[in-house]
């Protein structure tokens, strides 16, 4: 069965300065989907990035990029320029698209603080 | 606007009370699935569907039931509410193998429903 593991519960930086959350996981597939998802504290779920595990690039979106390693299982997020609306919960999710079991697996998430 | 709706957003429920909280996508996803946020605890699946006439269990199905008659509706029941049910849920829906677009799939959430057991 795919787990998800966030090691950082909490995390705190200075704004403006960048900050790396971990992300591991652990499946047999070879073709998936990896995410990251911002919840400010209205909770709504945003998609922050999307890495599809048969591209070797790493996925860029503005201020946001992830390092994903694929041997390695790992898919850290780095936030460069931290901002103070960065301040949240950030998810990483695992999903496999093909067929048998589709469930969506979710780390328990870390919690980062922008600090003024 | 398309996306994910959830009703309620807020329930208080008394101990042994039923409910049915509501989830609805215009998306035409096949894959549906409801999770309950708790402190520390992430986001856990409750129970999935890959598609109309389909559900299954998640990590956490006790106390809970899900059906899903059409691909568009997918309802959470609590059959008797217990204050260890209190908690955010969220439906959420993405297409399923072979549907959507190629480049990458997307997981819609809704915006949560607030519920209270007393």
């Known amino acids: 069965a795919q787990t998800v593991t966030q090691s950082q519960p909490e995390m705190s930086v200075q704004e403006a300065e960048t900050v790396t959350l971990s992300c591991t996981y652990d499946t047999s597939e070879s073709n998936y989907y990896l995410f990251w998802y911002k919840q400010p504290p209205s909770r709504q779920m945003i998609l922050v990035i999307r890495q599809e595990a048969y591209k070797q690039q790493n996925a860029t979106e503005n201020r946001f990029s992830v390092n994903f390693q694929k041997a390695a299982k790992s898919f850290s997020l780095k936030i460069s320029d931290s901002q103070l609306g960065d301040t949240a919960m950030y998810f990483c999710a695992f999903m496999k698209p093909l067929g048998g079991d589709d469930k969506i697996i979710f780390g328990k998430g870390t919690r980062l603080h922008i600090l003024p | 606007n398309a996306g994910v709706t959830q009703t309620p957003k807020f329930q208080v429920l008394k101990t042994g009370q039923s409910m049915t909280l509501q989830c609805a996508q215009d998306?035409?996803?096949?894959?549906m699935s409801w999770y309950r946020q708790d402190p520390g605890m992430g986001l856990r699946l409750i129970h999935y569907?890959?598609?109309?006439?389909?559900?299954d269990q998640g990590e956490v199905p006790n106390g809970y039931n899900v059906s899903r008659s059409t691909t568009e509706d997918f309802p959470l029941r609590l059959l008797s509410a217990a204050p260890s049910q209190t908690s955010v849920y969220f439906c959420?829906?993405?297409?399923?193998?072979?549907?959507?677009?190629?480049?990458?799939?997307?997981?819609?959430f809704g915006e949560g429903s607030w519920l209270t057991v007393v």
């Open positions: 569907s890959v598609g109309a006439g389909i559900t």
């Open positions: 959420a829906s993405s297409y399923g193998p072979g549907q959507g677009p190629r480049s990458g799939n997307t997981i819609y």
């Open positions: 998306m035409n996803h096949e894959y």
